[in-house]
């Protein structure tokens, strides 16, 4: 039904491949251009930022405290002194880094984690599902304030504290993924040509699955880019004067009262933006592999 | 019913004891181990060695977990060292006060949410549509702290219409008569449920509005509001259960955040004042029953999708 | 015109996809229908019948829309009455049942609210009246204790109560107009029939017009005064329902006859086919929607559009430039067909798109070579069974007696080398679990399978990899069972690649052989699934399945997906490539026609066992088990004359997880007695050597009725 209009001839050209079908379908989503436009730009500012507006983030400077933004300080100043554009680009470099690297390593850790489960099915699968249902029934910001509490975080521990709690909603989205694709008819029809598990794994399974895990890994970043700043929020970063948009938010909260507005806008409009950025891609890729070959 | 219940039953049993080995391992994390963390920083090695053999902590470890699961049976959750009080009878006053919180925050995201799915159902590909969808997608990536900030500048600064403290009252019945002041917390308590739900009830009308059953009682001639109140809205909103119980955990992280901003005296206050001075057997404390209430509180609604939908329901 | 109930003139539909596609669904469709007359629409799918019959009541499909024509029932156009006006008309005057009766019922209202629902509407009567009145029309759809199922949901229902359910539904308000679109293509053959019986019995006593949608000319054989044959959203055909089976004039009706196995009882023959596919709706063709895959086609049909000319004396319409004459009947239209397709080089010529989409096979193998049938057994299955576990998970305890479902139990039979054996049976008898054992997908419960006399149950894993090659399944659903993100020429070579046959070259050869031999160009190594249609998908499917040169091969239920045009080009395929290749086939199916028209023996499993064995000319023409008997009566054969079937089967077939004692067929058999209850029946051969029947009182032969 679907394809009586489109006739296979012996000289029409190959049929592009999923990737190239995908992205097609990624780059006519317009909510998922827009968020890769923006997270490009959120990059672009952050770490090619401080060569066109270079400022001291090191070093408090009382006399230029708290000033309001005009001048040389487009943004305004902080309490101390930084200047909050300048602090704005440093800032965002560890909420994304962290939050990057964070996200990949969740999704990373999750995947092999859901996949084995999956894979196993039986009793293997419901042991580690308990588990991740155990750890996933403790709010998920309990359980970092208390590693942070117990650890003092700096850029690499905050990564692994994080990746630690994330990677739990991957590791049971990949185990769903993993235990239909096992029950796929293809499989069966691979397994009755003689084939065996590492090509099941490796030949359909994982690229069937690439997709999901890809999808996910978007909203895993905008996750963990969330929980840099909820546990900066909550006075449990990497301490200063290393600063993250969570953090400036935080130390920005005293002075809403004097109303220095400035220190609360600016770094809680850039988590919005750079999540929302995550959160359309994600949503655009979910789409894109979506259709990729149920309907041409 | 009678199976799917003794099953669902055995599953949380299982998942509730494995919460207290996370915790139980949490505690062996603690720097200087669990001893340090009772007695405090000051402690001398004597101290702390005299101490671990009175409470057996020189034992294998799975010697100590099962006396740590007796003590916890028993209601020992040990004593906080700044506040001078059982952890327990801590969680006994905050506790009620966290859950009003969330229970008021559920109600006002399900009675806000799911007409607003509904409208974006039933306006699919509008103007109102696409308002509400992008208005989801920012609420989404908004951190509840800086929601909380700009409601409290808006509301509370600017307008001075609000408080932007929570009702500080002992009782639970005096939070309740200081409603103004409730007002914000609950809000930003609830937005991002409202966000999640509503984008729920959107695609669940949507799926049970291409359903065949729709057309069969379109071909019986009911109008299409009767076939969305009577036939739709049934089968769209029963699943709604099981959705409220998996997000408890981001409700109790919200509730944390929202009560540290308002200064509102539940368990989530609690936990963050424990948090900046360290006093690790609250945190603890706080961690076990949060987790706890979770497991319990999706106990629940699975019980409840369980009784709403007859498949359910009817089969022994 | 007054006389008439519903007139539907010039009545184009266009349905407008998510990307903004227009299909002209329907493009100028008339009909008729007077007061208490039954009407059959018939078609392969998408050819408009189903749009048909939903535009009626204008429950079109999201996107749908009438854009042309007029529908004019009692007097009103319910093509532009307000949407109030019709929904007046819904469930009231006009009553519809639906395909699916699991789907069309709200699983979560009680199957009393649902029937009840359209008397509140429609009329004054209490909550408590309109209950009565369900009831008691439940009653009357032959519902057993409707007092209690009037408090149950829809799953607790068997499907063919569902679909009792939904056929109450639709006359609980007594409409003058039934509505039933494919009302029984869901179910099983007995319940197929019980639900026509129902609906036919209804009608007289409610004295309703009906139109009946379905792809299956032997439902509407019996059952209609008229019939309107559908191709591309027009109608082709439309007569009195005898004189179209006997002397269809169209020439798709006669193509469309002519394929059907039923017809061509002798499996010796060829099928008739109809090369290529139905046009695309995308764009209106020019001249004759049929002329692409007619053999008759000239030069007016590809450039004029040929309009119904009626015959006023016998009803009988036909759009056609070139109708078979009345004098001819489908026999001998059926021989010019013959010509027609048969000579290849003519499709091909006049054929423009279609040409490409199923090539005729290169080399066609010396006709009706005698197939290389031999005495050499080359499958042995003795005891075989298999029981699944009823409730699952890690927290039930297994094995006791009543938490297992006996899906096979005890099977034996023998398959010959180059022979096709046929296994017959109803949904939920065991067969697919059958194949599924014999292929190895899963391993039986207790007994053998000797695969050329050799144990498979116990081989090692390196000789398992290698009987693999031996025995290959043809999947129900090819398009499920290969990789979607993989090209053809990918999923063909995975079977040489795990067998390590051959070198990168070698393979591509041997891919482009098999392609030959299914009759797909070699061109289809560089696409993808999606990208074909559901007869070419089993044609790769049985390409792959062929390409480690199986000597056996297990074909689940390969064309009952299929329109039945395509069904002969598949059933013709399998049967030339089984001469070609010398193999076998172990042939699942529900559809007792196809089966007949390919296997050399039969099998008939009635609950996992099978009640039935012997060559199928035997076991078709003298039935010795009351089951098969029944069976066989059940059939609706595409014949408005043949004689009513004689003991049509009762009832509904149990539960496999509680089987009845002693012989699992005895709450339906008309014959059962107590012993029945207490002893299986052995397994015996009363007439004739190789004619096994289970059955403690075999029938004593005696043809079939109806045929």
């Known amino acids: 039904m679907t394809a009586t209009d489109a006739p296979v001839s012996e000289t029409a050209p190959a049929t592009p491949g999923p990737a190239r079908r995908t992205l097609a379908v990624f780059t006519r989503n317009k909510l998922a251009l827009t968020g890769a436009l923006v997270l490009l730009g959120l990059l672009t500012f952050c770490f090619l930022g401080p060569l066109i507006h270079p400022t001291d983030q090191i070093h408090t400077d009382l006399s230029q405290a708290g000033l309001a933004p005009g001048g040389n300080h487009p943004l305004g100043t902080t309490d101390l002194g930084y200047d909050l554009l300048g602090r704005l680009m440093y800032g965002g470099r560890t909420s994304l880094e962290v939050g990057l690297a964070a996200g990949l390593l969740a999704t990373l850790l999750g995947t092999v984690y859901g996949a084995v489960a999956g894979y196993l099915g039986g009793w293997a699968d419901a042991a580690m599902m308990r588990i991740t249902d155990a750890a996933l029934a403790i709010p998920a910001l309990f359980l970092l304030v208390v590693v942070a509490a117990i650890v003092t975080p700096s850029k690499p521990v905050l990564i692994l504290i994080i990746a630690s709690v994330a990677w739990l909603s991957p590791a049971r989205l990949i185990r769903g993924e993993a235990l239909a694709l096992r029950s796929r008819d293809y499989l069966h029809a691979m397994r009755l040509m003689g084939g065996g598990g590492s090509r099941a794994v490796f030949r359909h399974i994982l690229p069937n699955a690439i997709g999901t895990v890809i999808v996910n890994a978007t909203f895993q970043i905008a996750d963990a880019i969330l929980y840099v700043a909820y546990l900066s929020f909550l006075g449990l970063s990497i301490p200063p004067p290393a600063a993250d948009w969570g953090s400036m938010l935080s130390a920005g909260i005293t002075y809403t009262q004097v109303g220095h507005w400035w220190l609360i806008f600016p770094p809680g409009i850039a988590i919005v933006l750079v999540v929302a950025a995550f959160n359309f891609i994600g949503d655009g890729l979910r789409d894109a592999f979506d259709v990729r070959l149920e309907k041409s | 019913m009678i199976r799917f219940l003794t099953k669902r039953i055995a599953q949380a049993a299982t998942v509730l004891l494995l919460v207290s080995v996370i915790v139980f391992v949490l505690l062996h994390m603690l720097p200087g181990g669990p001893a340090r963390a009772i007695l405090g920083v000051q402690a001398t090695p004597e101290a702390i060695a005299h101490f671990n053999h009175q409470q057996g902590y020189d034992r294998s470890l799975p010697q100590q977990y099962v006396m740590y699961l007796g003590r916890l049976l028993s209601g020992d959750l040990g004593e906080s060292y700044k506040l001078n009080q059982t952890v327990a009878s801590l969680l006994g006053e905050r506790l009620p006060k966290t859950a009003l919180l969330a229970g008021l925050a559920l109600t006002l995201a399900a009675l806000l949410a799911v007409p607003l799915g509904i409208l974006q159902a039933v306006r699919r590909g509008k103007a109102a549509d696409y308002l509400l969808t992008g208005a989801a997608f920012l609420a989404y990536a908004t951190p509840v702290f800086f929601l909380g900030l700009v409601l409290i500048l808006v509301f509370s600064q600017q307008l001075q219409l609000l408080p932007a403290e929570a009702p500080q009252a002992d009782t639970l019945g005096g939070i309740l008569t200081d409603l103004p002041a409730l007002v914000l917390p609950v809000v930003t308590a609830a937005l991002g449920i409202i966000a999640a739900f509503s984008r729920y009830t959107r695609s669940a009308v949507l799926d049970n509005l291409s359903e065949e059953y729709v057309r069969t009682a379109r071909a019986k001639g009911q109008s299409n509001a009767r076939i969305m109140a009577r036939h739709v809205l049934r089968n769209a909103l029963i699943p709604l259960a099981t959705l409220l119980g998996l997000h408890l955990p981001t409700l109790f992280s919200g509730t944390l955040v929202v009560e540290s901003m308002f200064n509102y005296p539940g368990m989530g206050l609690l936990f963050w004042n424990a948090a900046q001075g360290s006093d690790f057997p609250v945190l603890l404390g706080v961690t076990l029953v949060a987790g706890v209430a979770t497991v319990l509180g999706s106990l629940l609604t699975d019980i409840a999708y369980a009784v709403l939908d007859p498949r359910i329901r009817s089969v022994t | 015109m007054t006389d008439k109930l519903l007139t539907i003139e010039d009545l184009h539909v266009d ?693």
Request: charged share 20%; glycine share 10%.
């Open chain 3, 15 to 707: 349905i407008t996809g998510r990307r903004g596609r227009t299909i002209h669904a329907l493009d100028g469709v008339d009909l008729d229908l007077a007061p208490g007359e039954a009407l059959g629409i018939v078609g392969e799918s998408g050819c408009g019948k189903t749009m048909t019959a939903l535009s009626v009541l204008r429950l079109l499909p999201n996107g749908g829309k009438v854009t042309g024509g007029r529908i004019l029932f009692d007097g009103t156009d319910l093509a532009t009455t307000p949407e109030t006006a019709l929904r007046d008309i819904r469930g009231n005057t006009i009553g519809m049942v639906f395909q699916d009766p699991l789907t069309s019922l709200n699983p979560t209202l009680t199957i009393g609210a649902q029937v009840a629902e359209p008397l509140l509407l429609h009329t004054e009567l209490t909550k408590t009246e309109a209950w009565a009145k369900a009831e008691e029309t439940l009653r009357l759809v032959g519902m057993p204790r409707p007092t209690e199922r009037m408090r149950n949901y829809p799953h607790q229902l068997s499907g063919g109560m569902r679909q009792r359910v939904a056929i109450a539904m639709a006359l609980v308000c007594e409409p003058r107009l039934l509505i039933a679109d494919e009302p029984t293509t869901a179910l099983d053959v007995t319940t197929q029939h019980q639900i026509l019986e129902l609906i036919d019995e209804l009608r007289e006593r409610l004295g309703m017009a009906m139109i009946l949608v379905t792809h299956d000319l032997g439902v509407i054989a019996r059952r209609v005064d008229r019939v309107a044959v559908m191709y591309g959203g027009r109608i082709a055909e439309r007569a009195p329902v005898r004189p179209l089976f006997a002397t269809p004039r169209h020439r798709y009706t006669q193509a469309l006859f002519a394929a059907l196995p039923e017809r061509t009882t002798d499996g010796a023959r060829t099928l008739l086919t109809i090369p290529g596919l139905p046009p695309s709706l995308a764009t209106r063709p020019v001249g004759c929607r049929f002329a692409p895959r007619c053999g008759f086609a000239t030069e007016i049909c590809r450039t004029a559009e040929p309009e119904p000319t009626c015959d006023s004396g016998t009803g009988h319409a036909v759009a056609c430039f070139h109708p078979g004459g009345p004098e001819a009947g489908a026999a001998a239209s059926v021989d010019v067909i013959d010509v027609a397709v048969g000579g290849t080089e003519t499709t091909e010529t006049t054929a423009t798109t279609e040409a490409a989409e199923v090539r005729p096979r290169p080399e066609q193998p010396a006709p009706a070579a005698p197939p290389e049938r031999t005495e050499e057994t080359l499958l042995r299955l003795v005891g075989v069974t298999k029981s699944y576990p009823l409730h699952g998970g890690p927290f039930v305890r297994r094995r006791t007696a009543a938490s297992q479902v006996s899906a096979v139990a005890g099977i034996s039979l023998t398959v010959r080398r180059g022979e096709t054996f046929g296994i017959v049976g109803e949904s939920g008898c065991g067969k697919s679990t059958l194949g599924r054992m014999v292929v190895g997908l899963e391993a039986p419960t207790s007994g053998t399978i000797r695969f050329a006399d050799r144990d498979i149950t116990t081989l090692t894993k390196r000789e398992l990899r290698a009987h693999r090659r031996e025995v290959q399944l043809m999947f129900q659903d090819s398009y499920a069972a290969m990789d979607p993100r993989m090209r053809v020429g990918a999923i063909l070579r995975e079977p040489l690649a795990i067998q390590r046959i051959g070198d990168s070259a070698e393979q591509r050869r041997r891919i482009a052989g098999l392609l030959d031999d299914v009759g797909l160009p070699r061109g289809s190594v560089n696409r993808y699934p999606h990208e074909f249609s559901g007869g070419q998908r089993q044609r790769l499917g049985l390409a792959r399945a062929l390409a480690l040169a199986p000597s056996l091969v297990v074909a689940d239920e390969p064309v009952s997906a299929l329109d039945v045009s395509v069904q002969a080009q598949i059933l013709n395929l399998m049967r030339d490539l089984q001469r070609e290749k010398g193999l076998s086939y172990l042939f699942i199916s529900h559809d007792l026609a196809v089966v007949r028209h390919l296997a050399d023996s039969v099998g008939v499993m009635y609950l996992g066992k099978l009640v039935e064995t012997g060559p199928a000319e035997r076991v078709f023409a003298r039935p010795l088990h009351p089951y098969t008997r029944g069976l066989l009566d059940t059939v609706n054969a595409p014949d408005p004359d043949a004689t009513p079937a004689g003991t049509p089967l009762a009832g509904e077939t149990p539960s496999a997880a509680a089987p009845p004692s002693g012989c699992r067929f005895r709450t339906r058999c008309p014959s059962a007695t107590e012993l029945c209850a207490t002893t299986e029946p052995p397994p015996a051969e009363p007439e004739t050597p190789g004619h096994r029947v289970a059955c403690h009182f075999p029938l004593s032969g005696g043809a079939v009725g109806g045929r």
